[in-house]
Nanobody, 116 residues
Framework: QVQLVESGGGLVQPGGSLRLSCAAS????????MAWYRQAPGKQRELVAT????????NYADSVKGRFRISRDNTKNTVYMQMNSLKPEDTATYYC?????????WGQGTQVTVSS
């Protein structure tokens, strides 16, 4: 059974930066397209970014394009997301998971709050 542990969130001012990490255990992630998702209070979970197994292709939601960068280190079984120029509307709980119809069990997520 795969376990996902997200970390790196926090409170940051608008325009600030954070780097999220997602450590997986129980399965090697190297063969999977991985993704970051987020869920704001009262809203559905949305896909933020994806990265192919070797990291050669990434895709982003329009709302974060040019500000966020997803990456991975398969040797560490970890996925990252560098978030720059953060906006209040980026406030949400961020999760990582495999990008497919049948997801792994969701981790606890990491809270990102952008506020002055």
């Amino acid at each position: 059974q795969v376990q996902l542990v997200e970390s790196g969130g926090g409170l940051v001012q608008p325009g600030g930066s954070l780097r999220l990490s997602c450590a997986a255990s129980g399965s090697r992630i190297a063969t999977y397209t991985m993704a970051w998702y987020r869920q704001a209070p009262g809203k559905q979970r949305e896909l933020v970014a994806t990265i192919t197994p070797a990291g050669s292709t990434t895709n982003y939601a329009d709302s974060v394009k040019g500000r966020f960068r997803i990456s991975r280190d398969n040797t560490k079984n970890t996925v990252y997301m560098q978030m720059n120029s953060l906006k209040p509307e980026d406030t949400a709980t961020y999760y990582c998971n495999v990008n497919r119809a049948s997801s792994w069990d969701w981790g606890q997520g990491t809270q990102v709050t952008v506020s002055s």
